[in-house]
């Protein structure tokens, strides 16, 4: 079956990094654009980053350009989040996300919380 699976997140303190994975199994990885979401409490789910399915563009929330970066290797199924210069305000989960050429073929991982805090 379709999974996406998230790992990388944690506790860290203002300034610091992060870099989240997200493995994807059971569709053709490659020809999916991917992308990373979030959602803080009491928050909507927002997009923070997204990538075509060669890698070839990629985009930004204006929240996090400049900090944070989307990157892909279809060879390994993963989509990786590079996040620097880490602020409270983005503790949220974070969540990986695999988008086809038709709308029903959407997929979620399970997400994985980051908290920024001292």
């Known amino acids: 079956q379709v999974q996406l699976v998230e790992s990388g997140g944690g506790l860290v303190q203002p300034g610091g990094s992060l870099r989240l994975s997200c493995v994807g199994s059971g569709f053709t990885f490659r020809n999916y654009a991917m992308s990373w979401y979030r959602q803080a409490p009491g928050k909507e789910r927002e997009l923070v980053a997204s990538i075509t399915s060669t890698g070839g563009t990629t985009n930004y929330a204006d929240s996090v350009k400049g900090r944070f970066t989307i990157s892909r290797d279809n060879a390994k199924n993963t989509v990786y989040l590079e996040m620097n210069s880490l602020k409270p305000e983005d503790t949220a989960v974070y969540y990986c996300?695999?988008?086809?050429?038709?709308?029903?073929?959407?997929?979620w991982g399970q997400g994985t919380q980051v908290t920024v805090s001292s």
């Open positions: 996300n695999a988008k086809g050429a038709l709308a029903y073929l959407t997929y």
